[in-house]
């Protein structure tokens, strides 16, 4: 069983940044890739980023490539996502998830989310 716990979400003009984080319980920490998904009103659960399980691969959605970067660091069981140039589309409630072994893009591939964060983006 993991537990995942995000933070960092809130209100930020466009251009700005944010740095959510996310943080999961137990040993095995090292043996799930971690993935960041947004949903916004109305709108399915999208893939936005993902990083293996030594943090050496990282996948991103391509409406969010060059502005946001994942990270881990398995020490401390936290992945992070730096989210830079900020535009209103980016407004969403924000998950992390675990995925056992293998990075995904595809929300049904990870085993385990956390709540949520809110991230909004004013013009």
């Known amino acids: 069983q993991v537990q995942l716990v995000e933070s960092g979400g809130g209100l930020v003009q466009a251009g700005g940044s944010l740095r959510l984080s996310c943080v999961a319980s137990g040993r095995t920490f090292t043996m799930y890739a971690m993935g960041w998904f947004r949903q916004a009103p109305g709108k399915d659960r999208e893939f936005v980023s993902s990083?293996?399980?030594?943090?050496?691969?990282?996948y991103y959605a391509d409406s969010v490539k060059g502005r946001f970067t994942i990270s881990r660091d398995n020490a401390k069981n936290t992945v992070y996502l730096q989210m830079n140039s900020l535009k209103p589309a980016d407004t969403a409630v924000y998950y992390c998830?675990?995925?056992?072994?293998?990075?995904?893009?595809?929300?049904?591939?990870?085993?385990?989310w956390g709540q949520g964060t809110q991230v909004t983006v004013s013009s």
């Open positions: 998830a675990a995925n056992w072994l293998n990075t995904g893009s595809s929300p049904g591939q990870y085993d385990y």
């Open positions: 990083i293996s399980r030594t943090g050496g691969t990282t």
